[in-house]
């Protein structure tokens, strides 16, 4: 059969087609053949800048974003000293103060891990860390201590020594408030627990058979206010004591049997947030709005400032005047 006598070939619509489409492929060999000679022109710098710009504030923007959204508020009960914005709440005395997230009571007194310290054997410094967290409970949260001074579960937990020491202190004429929290009898608390938050380590002592465990908590106190007239912002019923100690654990034959146990050495307290005249009378403890001058925070830090126990004791001179950080 002869090719070009094909029947397609005389078939005036396929042939049309036929033309339509090679004309088609012709341009595309041509465009194709034309790129392949031109030489390849720079990449314009403008337009990498730009490129570039874009994505740098793309970025910055995102950046912008991510700074507003992720930066810290401010720390919980920066404003406690000014007056609350729904008036101050006794069903939840600490909110809107710094104490308002912490543990309740006992629960924020929480030892590390004990670990060997010196001569002194893991069990033996966690056996003093227990001693030592039952000491700032018996004298900072015990109810009998707190309403009615009742010394006597504390003072159980002393060496010999040490509780004599003690005692006299609770028998002078004013409360040793850097020893334990006694409430003036004229105010009482809330039904919740005070809050609590802070720290103890342990190390070596300067004599063999001496453990020394230092603690950094503060105790922050919610009271009753019969008249709500008397509160305007959350501290006028929240209190704080903050108290850095040194407790010592002393064994072995090196020491006197009166002398072996737990001592209180050292404590520095601030109080905060009180009322002055019982605590510079009496060493008690009143929430500020019993007094009808309240002079306000000492300096001009802000209220989570000395609540907290991370931070060393403000040694500016308080607003009550005297020593600032206990007797």
């Known amino acids: 059969m002869d090719v070009f006598d094909h029947p397609d070939l005389r078939d005036p619509d396929w042939a049309r087609t036929a033309e339509r489409n090679a004309r088609r492929e012709a341009r ?6 034309a790129l392949a000679r031109r030489p390849r022109r720079p990449r314009s710098p403008h337009r990498k800048a730009w490129a570039g710009a874009v994505v740098v504030c793309l970025l910055a923007a995102g950046g912008i974003y991510l700074v507003d959204t992720l930066r810290p508020a401010s720390p919980p009960g920066t404003h406690a000293d000014q007056p609350a914005s729904g008036g101050v709440d006794l069903e939840r005395p600490f909110l809107e103060t710094p104490a308002q997230d912490w543990p309740d009571g006992a629960d924020g007194i929480v030892p590390p891990k004990a670990t060997a310290v010196g001569e002194f054997t893991a069990e033996q410094v966690a056996d003093a860390y227990e001693a030592v967290k039952q000491a700032l409970v018996t004298s900072r949260l015990d109810e009998r201590m707190l309403e009615e001074g009742d010394t006597e579960a504390y003072l159980a937990l002393l060496a010999p020594s040490a509780r004599a020491w003690a005692e006299k202190r609770f028998e002078g004429e004013t ?33 063999p058979g001496e453990l020394i465990i230092r603690t950094r908590y503060t105790f922050a106190y919610a009271f009753d206010a019969p008249d709500p007239d008397q509160t305007v912002v959350p501290l006028d019923i929240v209190a704080a004591y903050r108290a850095d100690t040194e407790f010592a654990v002393r064994q072995g034959e090196g020491w006197y049997e009166r002398d072996q146990g737990l001592s209180l050495e050292t404590a520095e307290v601030l109080a905060y947030s009180i009322a002055c005249g019982p605590l510079a009378d009496e060493g008690l403890l009143a929430p500020a709005y019993t007094e009808a001058d309240r002079p306000g925070p000492p300096g001009g830090r802000r209220p989570p400032e000395y609540f907290d126990p991370e931070r060393p004791i403000p040694q500016e001179a308080n607003t009550c005047g005297g020593d600032p950080a206990g007797q």
């Open 175 to 207: 409360w040793p408030f850097s020893v334990a929290t006694r409430l003036d009898p004229s105010v009482s608390l809330l039904p919740v627990e005070p809050k609590v938050k802070g720290e103890m380590t342990a190390e070596a002592g300067a004599n």
């Open 28 to 33: 595309r060999a041509r465009r194709r053949s």
